[in-house]
């Protein structure tokens, strides 16, 4: 087999996981159930954020919170400061990928 397979949780339920951590790239699953939010932190790497289900509320650097519905893909430079939650009913579910992978980063 050429290829490999990973696994990702279903849930609706307050989650993390990291599904890839490589070389190449960082790629985490997480889902957010309402007033869930991320601890603020700086992007460790380029971010794009995945907006697969419900409405993430980001706010970066000084700018006001911004929101993303489902479908939309987020891009997020390195070392920006984030703060990320969901204020709405519904979870949001989103991909985080990290590229390159932090790991170049670090040193």
């Known amino acids: ?10 849930t609706d339920e307050k989650l993390i996981e990291r599904i890839i951590e490589d070389d190449n790239v960082g790629i985490n699953h ?3 159930p309402k007033g869930a939010a991320l601890p603020e932190h700086y992007s460790n ?9 419900g409405q993430v509320t980001l ?21 920006t400061k984030m703060n990320v939650s969901n204020q709405d ?6 991909f ?4 390159p992978s932090p790991r170049h980063f670090r040193g």
């Open 45 to 53: 790497s380029h971010v794009y954020m995945v907006v697969i289900r």
């Open 30 to 32: 997480m889902v957010l």
């Open 89 to 94: 009913a519904e979870p949001v579910e989103l």
């Open 1 to 10: 087999m050429i290829e490999r397979l990973y696994n990702f949780s279903l």
């Open 96 to 99: 985080v990928i990290k590229a």
């Open 59 to 79: 706010q970066l650097n000084d700018q006001e919170e911004h929101h993303y519905p489902s479908g939309s893909m987020i891009n997020i430079p390195y070392k």
